[in-house]
Structure formats: structure tokens, C-alpha cells
């Protein structure tokens, strides 16, 4: 029988890769002619992390668990890499030492991600499959609030003259906003043991808000890619959107088989 910690740290890495290895290519198209150097490093983390898909392709399941750590950590190592190159492109756009397209907040977004992933690779490298049950909140702060940067990106991104999609993306931002404060509100209301109904309660208010939000993505990624509605979001970027919602909703479903078995 495979070794769910294998199965769990490959479907990270199969995941999270490509979204470093895209965020990386958004930075480099976000940059102007000028910044030949930071273009230069955005395109060498593209292709360090096409290089760890290729080497994922060479596990299976039924891998070596030490293999699959090793590999971890060498993935942990390209991702902390790439989480300091978005901090300094941060720095520098915060700074005003560079003026770019890519707005601060996105790169924010992107490297709280990095984190995100980093902190997976240490935990399964630990043992830790899944969060307990008192840091299932803080997950879901996690990802709601990347739900609600992701509406807030599409409705600066997209062309104004699109008033009624521009609207529902603020609509979707201000969804979010609140069920981050809620989530926020639920963590600190202890102990934990006594909140399990109202936790499970969020996480099923949370999938159906989700839910939603990935229909808008999906409808505004079809639009984009059939060149029917008029803005600055690339395709790729309209489809990497919409997988990190799918990618929240597989989540929601670990969180709730995990309070059952609670």
C-alpha cells in the first residue's frame, strides 16, 4: 500500500511547481525592457522549476519514502529561493526603486503562496499529513483571503467598459473579505473542541462561496481565451486562477473527512 506521505508531498509538488513556475513568468511579462536582471532571474526559476517536474515524473506512489524526502527538500530549497526573489522584487516595487505592471499585492499574493508550499514540504517532511483541527482555520484564512486578492486582481485587470463583470468581481472581493473576518472571528473563540460544529457549519459556507467564485473564473477564463471580453488578464493567468479555487475546494474536503474522523 502506497505511503500516504508520498502520495500527499507528490500531489503538492505536482500542484504548487507549476504555480511557482507560472508566477514566475507573470513577474518576468509584468516587468519593463529596462529590468534586463530581474527578467533574467524570473526566467532562470521558470526553468529550475520545469526541471522538478521533470524529475516528478519520475516518481510514482509506490516511490521510496526517504527518496520523496530527499526530494522535498530540494523542492523546499527552489521554493524558498524563488519566496526571496518576490520579497525583493517587493521591496524594491515598495520602495519605488522599480516601477512595474505587477501591482504590489500581487506580489504579496505570490509569496505568501511560496510560503505556503514551503511550509507543506516541511510538515510532510515531519509526518504532518494534514492540520489539525485548530489550524484549520488558519488554513482557510489562508486561502480565503488568496480568493479575495484573485477578485480583486480580475476587476483591476480587467477593461472598465466591462462594468458588469468588474462589478461582480468586487461583489466576489467584498464576499471574501467577510468570511476571512468571520474565519478570523471563529479562531478565537475557545477552546476549539466546542467550536467543531460551527467550524464545520464554515467550511460548507466556505465550499459554496468557493464554488461560486470558481463558475465566475471559469465563464471569465472561456471569455478570455475566445477573445470575448476586453482586459489585461492573460489566458494562463485566467486558468491559474481557476485552479487554485478547484485546488481550495479539494482542500475543504480533506478539512471536513479529517473533522469526521475528529
Not at 485566467?238 to 471536513?256: G, M, S
Amino acid at each position: 500500500m502506497a505511503d500516504p506521505i508520498v502520495v500527499r508531498s507528490l500531489d503538492e509538488i505536482k500542484f504548487w511547481s507549476r504555480i511557482m513556475k507560472e508566477h514566475a513568468l507573470f513577474l518576468s511579462l509584468g516587468f519593463t525592457y529596462e529590468q534586463k536582471l530581474l527578467i533574467a532571474e524570473a526566467q532562470q526559476f521558470i526553468a529550475l522549476f520545469e526541471r522538478i517536474e521533470e524529475k516528478l515524473a519520475r516518481f510514482t506512489v509506490n516511490s521510496e519514502l526517504s527518496q520523496v524526502q530527499a526530494f522535498n527538500n530540494e523542492v523546499y530549497q527552489a521554493t524558498a529561493a524563488i519566496w526571496a526573489y518576490k520579497r525583493k522584487v517587493l521591496g524594491l516595487t515598495l520602495r519605488c526603486e522599480i516601477r512595474s505592471n505587477n501591482y504590489p499585492l500581487l506580489i504579496d499574493h505570490i509569496s505568501r503562496e511560496a510560503a505556503y508550499f514551503a511550509n507543506r514540504l516541511k510538515d510532510l517532511n515531519s509526518g504532518i499529513l494534514a492540520p489539525k483541527a485548530d489550524a484549520i482555520i488558519e488554513e482557510n484564512v489562508f486561502f480565503l483571503r488568496i480568493m479575495a486578492d484573485h477578485a480583486k486582481f480580475i476587476g483591476h485587470l480587467l477593461d472598465p467598459s466591462e462594468r458588469k463583470l468588474v462589478e461582480q468581481a468586487g461583489e466576489f472581493s467584498h464576499d471574501f473579505d467577510q468570511l476571512v473576518f468571520q474565519a478570523i472571528d471563529l479562531d478565537s473563540m475557545q477552546p476549539q473542541s466546542e467550536t467543531k460544529p460551527l467550524l464545520s457549519h464554515f467550511l460548507n459556507e466556505n465550499k459554496v462561496s468557493v464554488a461560486s467564485l470558481r463558475d465566475f473564473k471559469k465563464t471569465a477564463r472561456e471569455l478570455i481565451e475566445a477573445c470575448r471580453i476586453k482586459s489585461n488578464i492573460h489566458p494562463l493567468l485566467a486558468d491559474h486562477t481557476f485552479r487554485e479555487a478547484e485546488r481550495f475546494l479539494e482542500i475543504i474536503d480533506l478539512f471536513e473527512a479529517s473533522l469526521k474522523r475528529a
